[in-house]
């Protein structure tokens, strides 16, 4: 059985419940949307694309982004979705990089296209949701006019088969293009069905975009495997995500901070009804301890998991009932993923000592696109090294420290910027923080935090330093503090700490 199966075997076995609802009305259930993915599985042959080949998808959260995720999976060919906040270059490089052959697009990025064409050589078909660029195929026209019968497919597609190139951020260098297999994809769901126990009950929000690693891989898959319905929101809008919890009656939903701070910023925030919610799931970034709280005010259980591309993604979540007591953990390994944190000589370390989190497990990617060397790197003595710093405690729980190229050396001492930045975000007047390492003759590094407030408000310097030298030892109270307008975040929301050093660090490299 391989990934695209799961709508074959949900339309066996309840033809009748909801797969899918969309903000645009649209509602397909298990029959009705397996019949649309055969369609499509049979009509990808028609444009090159079989057992192994590349067509990448730059969508917004539409039916049809899933469409392709299940008909690539029954046919074997590879999927690569594109991130639709990058620019033309960037779009064009992971399309030559990866050897994508056709780009299914929506019309809202048609000028993207426009300007793909003359960059991206190596695509041969275009093909547009819902009107665009004039030449292009029609989605609907190209895909109705197939069978929906399930596709005849030799040799047979496993769940050892790649299914998925997943493009990094790109926060340092190139993007890397993570090869994920088809056992990837359903050994996570396996693990967030074993964590937060997922049924055919259970709706999920899928409001983080598709095309990222979490939008996909914790908000809407997991869900799917389940049997459960997911809601698809086109772009994430505060207000609209609000209203779709009440209204179909919410039970699960993953976001980055940035959205549940920008919910929880609405005016509709305190009156919203959360009454059918069972978990929040935050992943992509630290989550600031105050935002946790914000939520549990709300009755609504926040919880903090870890989790990066390479791992389909999710390593380690927290459990329910420690929401409070382990607020601001990322949690405990997942069922089937295994965790450790090695030094720099790749000795494990006990519990308490901070270093660089390893894993291993059915989750963790194949390789990556093209880059031998950087998979060797990656992958040493069976472990995938995730570059990220993180400590257990005497408990078990995992924290999330930070980078490991972020770390600061202040006076021979590991300063984590992440410790900085939560006692920052917690002054009541600062909407976002960035912490970075700057020159210290004395002590070779010493923290500089660059800090956005709250439109309309006002702070003076010395009253925020005030502020940091009462929550933190010395050595980690900031030397400088410089008000921005924003700060520099990749298009998944993760801060881009190298654009800051670049910025504002004199001589920095990034």
Not at 228 to 251: K, M, N, S
Not at 420 to 438: A, N, R, S
């Amino acid at each position: 059985m391989n990934v695209g199966e799961w709508t074959t075997v949900r339309a066996a076995l309840n033809p009748d419940d909801p797969f899918v609802a969309c903000d645009d009305g649209r509602e397909y259930n298990n029959l009705e949307f397996n019949k649309r993915v055969n369609r499509l599985a049979n009509a990808l042959p028609s444009v090159g694309i079989a057992l192994g080949e590349r067509i990448a998808a730059l969508l917004p959260n539409d039916p049809e982004f899933l469409e392709l995720l299940f008909a690539t999976s029954k046919i074997g060919a590879i999927m690569v979705p594109l991130n639709y906040r990058l620019g033309p270059a960037e779009l064009a490089y992971m399309l030559e990089d990866s050897g994508a052959t056709v780009l299914v697009y929506a019309p809202e990025f048609a000028e993207h296209v426009a300007a793909l064409k003359e960059l991206a050589g190596g695509v041969r078909h275009y093909i547009v949701v819902g009107g665009g660029n004039e030449g292009d195929l029609d989605y609907d026209e190209w895909v109705n006019s197939h069978l929906d019968v399930e596709p005849n497919v030799a040799p047979d597609v496993t769940l050892d088969d790649p299914h998925l190139i997943m493009y990094t951020a790109g926060t340092t260098g190139r993007p890397k293009g993570a090869v994920l297999t088809q056992g990837n994809t359903q050994w996570n769901a396996i693990n967030a069905l074993l964590t937060y126990n997922l049924c055919r009950k259970d709706t999920a929000l899928v409001a983080a975009p598709l095309c990222h690693i979490g939008g996909l891989s914790v908000a809407a898959t997991p869900t799917i495997y389940s049997g459960g319905r997911v809601v698809l929101t086109r772009f994430f809008v505060p207000d609209q995500a609000l209203e779709a919890i009440a209204r179909y009656r919410v039970t699960t939903m993953f976001g980055i901070p940035d959205m549940f701070i920008l919910m929880s910023a609405s005016e509709r925030f305190d009156t919203a009804d959360f009454s059918s919610i069972r978990v929040m799931l935050a992943g992509d970034a630290a989550c600031p301890v105050p935002l946790i709280e914000t939520y549990v005010k709300r009755g609504v259980f926040f919880s903090q998991g870890y989790g990066l591309a390479e791992a389909s993604p999710a390593v380690s979540a927290l459990p329910e009932g420690d929401a409070l007591r382990k607020r601001g953990s990322a949690g405990k390994p997942l069922f089937h993923v295994k965790v450790a944190i090695f030094d720099e000589d790749d000795n494990e370390l006990p519990h308490g000592d901070m270093g660089e989190i390893v894993l291993k497990g059915e989750n963790v990617f194949k390789e990556y696109w093209n880059m031998p060397a950087e998979t060797a790197k990656a992958f040493r003595n069976g472990w995938f090294h995730t570059g990220d710093m993180g400590r257990f405690d005497e408990d078990g729980y995992l924290w999330i420290v930070d980078r490991k190229k972020d770390v600061i050396i202040s006076d021979g001492e590991n300063v984590y910027p992440v410790d900085i930045e939560d006692v920052i975000i917690g002054h009541p007047k600062v909407l976002d923080v960035g912490v970075v390492g700057t020159h210290d003759q004395e002590f070779g590094e010493a923290p500089m935090a660059l800090v956005v407030l709250i439109p309309g408000q006002e702070l003076e310097v010395e009253e925020l330093m005030a502020w940091t030298r009462e929550h933190l030892p010395d050595n980690k109270t900031p030397k400088e503090i410089v008000f921005v307008p924003e700060l520099p975040r990749s298009p998944t929301g993760k801060m881009l700490k190298k654009d800051l050093r670049a910025q504002y660090v004199k001589g920095g490299k990034g």
